[in-house]
């Protein structure tokens, strides 16, 4: 064929729709692949639906309102105008999290003038939202109806193809070629040996492939390992994002497009939102960074804490969940961009560096790169240049640096840097960083590259290592993972479930969650070396897991079921065992199935 | 043995999976959020499109023809997956999904468009469908396309058939206790509601599936929307059945011991 594409996010959505109007404008435009016939355009999408793609998207939507000027949210289901924003801080009513000797002294000073800052239920409405910060006039989405709605109209358009259902292996190469893309085997059992109705996984060639698969695709990963990253680049800002949507109680008074910003709690590092859908429905979730140095970083219990925020409990008490989901972010930026041009090949999308971790904004990005990829392959398309490093370079990558996508990557460069040397001096990088469009960059040191704490450094202040190691041995009995035990000693209250909101993981699973796993493909988790996961210490893959699908098991070793698995990809950037190559020791490869569910 | 001429009746439904909540709506019973709800091809219709799918392969020079109804959005997502499970010629027709329709008027329009396949030919016919449908659970719908075209030869539950030397079909009918009913039949045409079947998913055929597209893409072009008017069907009230969840995590339990506690539980209620 002539262009094959890996994943269907937004970023292949907006590459696909420039790709489809232009086909649909210049009837000229032959296939290579197939004389005679229009260009073959076919997307593979490893979910089972163009529906199920998780995010909490409030965006500005700069580039999604080029591509559609007249965009009318009304036409997509939980899509709405922002129509107020807050940015509010969250003081901790437990005082269970942990906070810096000045956090503390900020935070005591603030309860003193509490008339004065008109601090309530524990919270305090900042007056003004930085201009970087700020989302309106920009509307709330579902990233999976958002989706949809694309996909939608493309097939009616009919001159691309999408493919659910069809993960991607690894792409095709031929020296620094790449020449295709290699759909996965079929008929295995869990360990990718043949069994009943094997076949094998497709070879697709395709003279262009377009890798949109997100941060942990196992296509992008693949092309990151055989060409590296370009010099001075590299990947090691992430976080998860986990998000609950929510029937609001009949009573509530917030009003669609309702958008709030918050920091400060569960815990100084986390950041969270809620948005306010039409329909009485909100998003609310929280994005645990990798540069919080927890080893029990479990993000499903803050996000239990979270939503019991006084300031957020009195909207949400009474509601009811609709939907849950994670996913991993990639908050590198432009720091961590692959090479986005090779020989047959572009990155778009997320695992191209697109998310801007300064404005917290990554779904119109995406879109725009792919716009950008579409617009450069038509022009080359259309004076008949093929689709090489050099002709991609001067027609996509270009395109993309004199963008305001790049410009405002740049900005963000280093904009976060300070959150390793603290909260507040995060803040303060942000704010110079964001305030001057990255002209001001406060001088903070980075760590060298390292994971989180050991447990013991990070309970330091709170627990003896006798008490961190006695609970360490108590759970490894039980073979069940830390994380409750060790915040039920640091002070965290425990969650009384109400079977409507706050439930246990496995009821969200459940209620929420829908997951999907196929029989006759290969588990797409797997573990290198046993003998390193037995002498891992704190296994943060199996305290990070969103959906328990990495357990301990009875030899004390992690194990995988795949019928738990969300496909978030915490686990790979979570893994401690790191080789000399960069490697960890867990691989997350292509795998069919997931999350079944429609709104996240 | 003579080639077949295999109509699959199956429609689009909305995902079983996702959270279904009916309400009534001012013309009539309707899905709550039923646009942002994912579709999925029936799963009753789906395992009758695989065995008419292996049946044709086994009797060179069979067709299948797949007559489908549903909202044309969804009919589109439905196909990108339904494509790559096996050869068919696709015939659209537009209408809801949500499960209020009348199933006489459903019946009825899909009677209609079965009769008005180009090339089909009577003596070869084989209707295919479900048994059963995850959203029109009546059960009827098939049964009432096949007296509409004059089928009278029909079986329901249906998970084995074998066609015979001579042109005629073993039939294994689902009853009760995990039996099997295995008739006779001389020959077509005659209609078959599948239960389950014996066979598995197929694999996705990326080839297949591209080679249907050129089919599916026209016939979505070419689709009408479908009448189905009430016809004097009334639906006084709709709601979910009530359901209690208490779910917990515990390994190593034995089945005796899971069976006392759910005897113990049935008893507290």
């Known amino acids: ?600 | 043995m003579n080639p077949l001429h295999i109509v699959v009746c199956g429609s689009v439904v909305p995902d079983p999976l996702q959270t279904i909540e009916p309400l009534a709506g001012l013309a009539g019973p309707a899905l709550k959020n039923e646009l942002l709800l994912p579709a999925i091809f029936d799963p009753w219709a789906a395992h009758a499109l695989y065995e008419a799918a292996a049946l044709a392969k086994q009797c060179t020079g069979s067709q299948v023809w797949l007559v489908s109804l549903g909202p044309k959005p969804k009919l589109q997502q439905v196909m990108m997956s339904l494509a790559q499970k096996g050869a068919f010629t696709p015939v659209f027709l537009y209408g809801p999904a949500h499960g209020f329709a009348d199933s006489h008027a459903t019946a009825a329009v899909l009677a209609d468009a079965v009769a008005a396949i180009h090339g089909i030919d009577r003596s070869r016919l084989l209707l295919f469908g479900g048994w059963e449908s995850a959203s029109r659970g009546q059960g009827v719908t098939l049964q009432m396309i096949g007296e509409r075209l004059g089928i009278f030869d029909q079986f329901q539950g249906v998970d084995r058939f074998t066609v015979r030397d001579d042109g005629s079909f073993e039939v294994w009918e689902r009853i009760e206790g995990g039996k099997h009913l295995v008739s006779l039949c001389s020959g077509p045409p005659a209609l078959f509601g599948w239960a389950t079947g014996e066979r598995g998913e197929p694999r996705n055929d990326p080839q297949m599936g591209m080679k249907n597209m050129r089919s599916v893409l026209p016939a979505l072009q070419q689709a009408k929307p479908a009448s189905l008017a009430a016809d004097g069907l009334q639906y006084l009230d709709v709601r979910l059945p009530s359901q209690q969840r208490a779910t917990r995590v515990v390994r190593d339990q034995s089945p005796e011991a899971i069976a006392e506690e759910i005897f113990a539980w049935l008893q507290d209620g």
């Not at chain 1, 990088?429 to 001001?440: D, I, K, S, V």
Request: with cysteine.
């Open chain 1, 1 to 600: 064929m002539d262009i094959a594409c890996v994943g269907f996010g937004p970023a292949t959505a907006g590459f696909l729709t420039t790709i489809s109007r232009g086909i649909a404008a210049n009837p000229t435009l032959e296939s290579k692949a197939a004389p005679g016939q229009p260009p073959q355009v076919l997307c593979y999408e490893r979910a089972d639906d163009v529906v199920f793609g998780v995010s909490g998207v409030v965006t500005r939507g700069r580039a999604i309102r080029a591509t559609f000027p007249d965009f009318d949210p009304a036409q997509i289901p939980l899509a709405g105008p922002v129509t107020e924003e807050k940015l509010i801080y969250l003081l901790d009513p437990h005082g269970a999290s942990r906070r810096s000797l000045p956090l503390r002294a900020a935070d005591g000073l603030l309860r003193l003038l509490r008339a004065a800052v008109r601090m309530r239920h524990q919270a305090v409405e900042l007056p003004w939202i930085p201009p970087f910060l700020r989302k309106e006039p920009g509307f709330v989405l579902s990233m999976g109806q958002f989706t949809q709605w694309a996909a939608s109209q493309l097939l009616s358009e009919g001159n691309v193809q999408i493919w659910p259902a069809s993960p991607v292996s690894e792409p095709l190469v031929d020296g620094a070629r790449v020449t295709g893309i290699r759909l996965v085997d079929q008929g295995t059992d869990a360990e990718g040996r043949p069994d009943i109705g094997f076949t094998p996984g497709m070879d697709i060639r395709a003279a262009l492939t377009v890798v949109g698969d997100g941060p942990v695709g196992a296509v992008g990963q693949h092309l990151d390992r055989l060409f590296g990253l370009p010099e001075g680049n590299a990947r090691r800002e992430w976080a998860l994002g986990m998000k609950m949507v929510v029937d609001l109680p009949e009573t509530t008074v917030l009003p669609p497009g309702a958008v709030f910003h918050t920091i400060g709690y569960p815990e100084p590092e986390i950041f969270g939102f809620l948005y306010v859908h039409p329909g009485r429905v909100a998003s609310v979730g929280i994005f645990v960074p990798s540069w919080f140095d927890s080893p029990v970083r479990t993000v499903w219990r803050y996000l239990q804490h979270f939503i019991q925020h006084p300031y957020l409990w009195r909207f949400l008490k009474g509601g009811r969940l609709r939907s849950w989901g994670a996913k991993s972010l990639q908050e590198s930026g432009r720091r961590g961009e692959p090479f986005l041009a090779l020989d047959g090949c572009a990155r778009i999308g997320e695992g191209s560096g697109t998310t801007n971790s300064l404005t917290g904004s990554g779904v119109d990005e995406a879109w725009c790169s792919g716009v950008l990829l579409g617009q450069a392959v038509l022009e080359l398309w259309e004076n008949g240049h093929p689709f090489n490093r050099v002709n991609l370079k001067n027609a996509y990558v270009a395109r993309r640096r004199a963008s305001w996508l790049d410009q405002e990557l740049q900005a963000a460069e280093r904009a976060r840097d300070g959150f390793e040397r603290g909260f507040l001096r995060g803040l303060a990088g942000m704010a110079a960083a964001g305030l001057t469009g990255g002209r001001l960059l406060l001088p903070f040191r980075r760590h060298p590259h390292r994971g989180p704490a050991t447990l013991e450094e990070f309970c330091r202040r709170r627990l003896r290592s006798a008490h961190v190691e006695a609970l360490r041995t108590n759970c490894r009995i039980r073979n069940v993972p830390l994380h409750d035990a060790v915040m039920r000693c640091s002070g965290w209250p425990d969650i009384a479930c109400d079977g409507q909101l706050l439930v246990s993981l496995q009821d969200a699973l459940l209620l929420g969650g829908k997951v999907q796993a196929p029989a006759g493909f290969r588990d797409h988790v797997r573990f290198r070396d046993a003998a390193i996961c037995r002498a891992c210490q704190d296994r943060v893959c199996v305290e990070m897991c969103s959906g328990q699908a990495i357990a301990p098991d009875e030899d004390g070793l992690p194990a995988f079921d795949r019928e738990k698995c969300v496909h978030c990809g915490a686990c790979v950037w979570n893994c401690t065992a790191i080789d000399e190559e960069g490697q960890s020791n867990l691989i997350f490869g292509a795998g069919a199935g997931g999350l079944h569910s429609a709104e996240n």
